[in-house]
């Protein structure tokens, strides 16, 4: 995966969901190791988020992660 967003990962930000803590750990701890800020949005502002203002009413993996890339375009800088 870090292979896909460049070499230089210091200004990247990771936008996830805060899901099982053994996966968030996994994937939260890789992350910050390699120098990628890792931020979490919360199901409570996601989902409201996904079905109004981007009218994707169906939840499923496809939809939380354009929701989540949007959220943290528009809200998390």
Do not use: C
């Not at 870090?2 to 990771?14: M, N, P």
């Not at 409570?44 to 203002?53: I, Q, V």
């Amino acid at each position: 995966m870090l292979t896909l967003i460049g070499d230089d990962l210091s200004d990247r930000i990771a936008i996830r969901e805060p899901t099982g803590v053994n996966y968030q750990l996994l994937w939260g701890t890789q992350l910050a190791r390699v120098g990628v800020e890792v931020r979490l949005v919360g199901y409570k502002e996601l989902r409201p988020f996904r079905e109004h203002h981007l009218e994707l009413r169906d939840k499923d993996d496809d939809a939380d992660a354009l929701a989540l890339a949007i959220y943290g375009w528009d809200y998390l800088e």
